[in-house]
């Protein structure tokens, strides 16, 4: 027993001399060699250094380190290793953190497999550069807790890790300064925090991860100028986040300049919450925007100060406020708007001026209306506007316009008209070509698409227009009736819109009685019955041949238009002048209204010349041998 304790004690002696022995080389110059020999005995030509530190009690530093790989040999300007207090478990080493400082991967990153024979607790990169795969990184930082490869391809591990890059450059864009702070795991990932910098833009943020993707939540991007020359660019990376990216919880954009889809903003700040990525604007489930800016331009047209915010929900956008200054005036609206109908709560125009004399003025007007099954505006108050048009004869111009509505209700069933509601319209001036007004009102109502023109009183510089009409929108056929008179009216506006074989001028006069179906021109063209008595005075008209050309004076009492039934006829009528031998008859079936005649016949001598109106003709009938 004796013995067997004596032999028990000069074992542990000898190992404590041993460790005392171990302990005592790793302080001294012996050290390096004595590991540089160790290891070339356990890994030939598999790891090199240059130096090895101790730092008690289990910190190691190696110096200019190169590991052999397979893919390429791996090169550290200092490697350092915290071994944990259990060295081995589960046939692997265990290390409780390892920095790896300062390398260059400049043909592409490294697999992770020269790691998989470890169990790190922590893994640290500091100053690394890399290029890989068309991405090319400087001064990389990264810190990783308990770091996992799932793949060879992966180029981050999973873990809660902190990034830290200079610059990130990738298909000819630089992002600088980029920070995250994250837990990376397979699923339900989340950036605790992410930075970065982008052509002079601050971006920042946080994200989570779902089963459909990315969503960034208070997101904020500031100082971001994208002009038109960055479209594609801006397309390309923006198709690329859509890869991962598909919810944003909450987005700022601020003191930012953008040109998107020929909208320049300036200045302009934004907030984007609960909008979906994956989904058109109409499938959006109480999302929520607000803008505005200093100004928006767009085809010439520029908004200055705009503010709108909307209310996303399934089919339908509410616009809760929308306000701007335009064309020196201002307009405010709200409402709600779906893929096929507008109703708005409220409609405010004021002071508005357009002045249009090149095509270029037009730019921004549609060519085409919407197509929509309804538009309603429940208060509509349009108050001094001035429209003048000076591209396209007729030129013509409104002046001091205003528009009242209430309970509006202008399209149903994609059918535009005042099918409900009551419009008032007046101007202080208005006139088309010749054609002036002063003070003219026009109002009318409807009752569920029973239309009714009560007043339309159009001042006249010799005269005036009046006029009232009635319409059923609601039947198939559209019954209508119209009554108008007017005094003084000049004959030179039809030229503007009816081209005649003769150049007219007079002063009409006329009153008109008439009514018919409307449901579609079969209908019109079998139902208009009515007449038109009418006079023409002051009248000049001149009458031109290939060897003749004469202005004469002319006047026309008891013109007298009828229609029955689509049938339309003028009774042979003289025009009365000075030495004038002339009379118009007319005779026309709107059902096949080709077929019609409207002729104006003149009778110079044994000469005689007739003025085809409808076909803009005119025929010359020589004297008789």
Known sequence: MKKLLALGIGVIALLLTLTLVVFGVMHTRYFTPSAQWLTQQLWPDKLSFSELDYAYPAHFTLHNVSIETKEQPLSFSKVDIWLNEKLIKKDKLVID??????????????SSDFLQNLQLNQLALHNVDFSHQGLIARSVNLQVKHPQWRDHEQLLPYGELQLSVDQFYWDGEAFD??????????????????????????????AEQF?????????????????????????????????????????????????????????????????SLTQSVW???????????????????????????????????????????????????SGTVTPTSIHLKQFNARGIKWFADTQQDLAWIPKQLPQLNELAIDSLAINNLQLIQLISKPFWQLSGLTIEGTNAQLVKNTQWGLWDGKLAISANS????????????????????????????????????????????????????????????????????????????????????AEGLAGDYSMLSHSITGELNGSMRDGIMVLKTPDSLVVQPFDVDNLKLTADRGRISLAKTPLKGLGLDADIVAQLDLVSPQEGQFIIDVSQGCKKVSYDLLRNTQQQLPCPD
């Open 97 to 110: 953190s390892l920095l790896l400082d300062g390398a260059n991967f400049s043909q592409g990153l490294p």
């Open 430 to 513: 208005a006139s088309v070509g010749e054609l002036i007004s002063t003070q003219g009102v026009i109002e009318m109502h409807s009752d569920k698409g029973n239309w009714q023109l009560d007043r339309a009183f159009i001042p006249l510089e010799k005269g005036y227009l009046e006029a009232n009409a009635h319409w059923d929108f609601t039947q198939p056929s559209a019954p209508w009736s119209l009554t108008a008179h007017a005094d003084g009216l000049p004959f030179p506006v039809i030229n503007h819109f009816v081209k005649l074989p003769v150049k007219i001028d007079a002063i009409t006069e006329f009153d008109i009685n």
């Open 177 to 206: 300064k980029v920070l995250i702070d994250a837990d990376y795991k397979t699923n339900d990932s989340t950036v605790y925090g992410a930075s970065f910098k982008w052509r002079g833009a601050d971006f920042s943020g946080q």
């Open 211 to 275: 089963d459909s993707g990315w969503s960034l939540i208070n997101t904020t991007i500031s100082h971001l100028k994208l002009p038109e020359s960055l479209n594609s660019t801006t397309d390309k990376l923006w198709q690329q986040a859509l890869k991962y990216i598909t919810h944003i919880n909450s987005l700022d954009i601020l003191n930012s300049q953008i040109t998107l889809a020929g909208f320049e903003l300036e200045n302009t700040a934004a907030s984007l919450e609960n909008f």
């Open 283 to 333: 499938q959006q489930d109480k999302g929520y925007l607000s803008l505005n800016a200093d100004s928006i331009s767009w085809k010439g047209l520029q908004w200055v100060e705009p503010s709108i915010k909307l209310d996303f929900s399934d089919q339908s956008i509410s616009i809760s406020d929308f306000s701007t200054e335009v064309l020196q005036g201002s307009v405010q609206l």
